[in-house]
Nanobody
Framework: QVQLVESGGGLVQAGGSLILSCAVSGRTFSGYAMGWFRQAPGKEREFVAVIRWRSGISNYADSVKGRFTVSRDYLKNMVYLQMNSLIPEDTAVYYC????????????????WGQGTQVTVSS
């Protein structure tokens, strides 16, 4: 059974940094893409970043490009989201997700989700 468990959320001041972690287990993820999404109160869930498990190739939403970095450690079965220069608009519940297949629209098609971790950025 695939499990994704996020950690590392919290309260941070604007301009600060946080690292989110996602522990993945339950299968071999070669051929999968690992994504980060977020959902702010009253808003729809939105794509943040994705990394292909085997190649390490990544993509980002325009709103976080240059500030966030996604990475993975396939020996430890971990996915990370380094968030720098945080702004209040980054406040949301952040979710780790897994998608089978590394081609096509990487903002959709995720079949496995973690429980989410809250990130709050104060002004």
């Amino acid at each position: 059974q695939v499990q994704l468990v996020e950690s590392g959320g919290g309260l941070v001041q604007a301009g600060g940094s946080l690292i989110l972690s996602c522990a993945v287990s339950g299968r071999t993820f070669s051929g999968y893409a690992m994504g980060w999404f977020r959902q702010a109160p009253g808003k729809e869930r939105e794509f943040v970043a994705v990394i292909r498990w085997r190649s390490g190739i990544s993509n980002y939403a325009d709103s976080v490009k240059g500030r966030f970095t996604v990475s993975r450690d396939y020996l430890k079965n971990m996915v990370y989201l380094q968030m720098n220069s945080l702004i209040p608009e980054d406040t949301a519940v952040y979710y780790c997700a897994a998608r089978q297949g590394v081609t096509g629209d990487y903002t959709k098609g995720y079949g496995y989700w973690g429980q989410g971790t809250q990130v709050t950025v104060s002004s």
